[in-house]
């Protein structure tokens, strides 16, 4: 009976020192587990930003803000981005209007644009185009203005074919109309033969016809038309930051000045100036900030 009594007694203190020891051997583990989850999970997973940004203007930045706006959306579901390409004067005046968050223009602001603050967030070459079949190749900035402003109206002037100069550019209040007239020096002296309403509508007009010369957003330009050096630099990523290649201009946010924007709206901008946003740019055939 009495060795009866101790295996009994011997059991029970068992017993009691094994449940005893569960709690502590379990509550490290957990601990853990869930500091490892906080580590781990990517910021863009537990983004809590929502709302929409409304962004619109010029038509020579769609890649890069198309491209932008892919990225912050699949890093903030909670937020709708979106673009409306109708042009730098009408992105400037949404914005100032407040009927834009954002505004987007490829010039910067004028003196006479107040009110506005511009944030220029990549940069472009304006390539002067031409069409496949022209055997000019280089052409120097004081005979682009000549071909532009009419002094200069027979391609054989400046060692191409014995034909008429056709120039296509962008309609009044286009941003990469006004940079390239003011880089050029022929603002209001062009003789234009066709003003289209998009970068697009260029490069297919200059692709038509044998005869036409054009500007167009580097990033825009393909192999439908031909870009000529000016001044023996070509139009490139690398002359357009390092200066080199003259016919150039800003890509600009712009917003009205004083006004508090939207958490998600300065959370975008705060993305496309960034490092982030960097390849995005180049991948756009834009170039970014150095």
């Not at 209040?173 to 033969?193: A, K, L, M, N």
């Amino acid at each position: 009976k009495k060795f009866v009594a101790f295996a009994a007694a011997l059991c029970m203190a068992v017993s009691l020192a094994a449940c005893g020891s569960a709690p502590s051997s379990s509550a490290p583990a957990a601990n853990t587990d869930s500091s490892d989850t906080t580590v781990s999970t990517p910021a863009s997973e537990t983004s809590e930003l929502e709302g929409a940004v409304t962004t619109g203007g010029s038509t020579s930045v769609e890649k890069v803000i198309l491209a932008m706006q892919e990225s912050f959306m699949m890093a903030n579901p909670g937020v709708d981005v979106t673009y409306d390409p109708t042009g730098s004067g009408a992105g400037i005046t949404g914005a100032s209007e407040g009927t834009l968050d954002i505004g987007l223009s490829s010039r910067a602001l004028k003196e006479d644009e107040t009110g506005l603050v511009g944030t220029t967030f990549a940069l472009d070459g304006i390539a002067i185009i031409v069409n496949n079949e022209n055997t000019v190749t280089d052409l120097s900035l004081e005979q682009i203005k000549g071909l532009a402003d009419g002094t200069i109206t027979n391609w054989s002037e400046v060692g191409g074919p014995d034909a008429p100069v056709v120039l296509i550019g962008r309609e009044a209040g286009s941003g990469t109309r006004d940079g390239f007239e003011s880089i050029v020096g022929v603002e209001d002296v062009c003789v234009y033969d066709q003003e289209l309403t998009s970068t697009g509508a260029v490069i297919a007009a200059v692709a038509a016809n044998p005869n036409a010369f054009g500007y167009a957003s580097l990033s825009a330009v393909d192999e439908k038309v031909k870009a000529v050096t000016v001044d023996g630099v070509e139009a490139t990523e690398a002359t357009v930051q390092d200066g080199s290649y003259k016919v150039q201009r800003p890509f600009v946010f712009v917003t009205k000045e004083g006004a508090e924007l939207s958490d998600a709206a300065q959370a975008f901008i705060d993305f496309a100036l960034s490092e982030d946003a960097h390849q995005l740019i180049i991948d756009a055939g834009a170039v970014p900030l150095a």
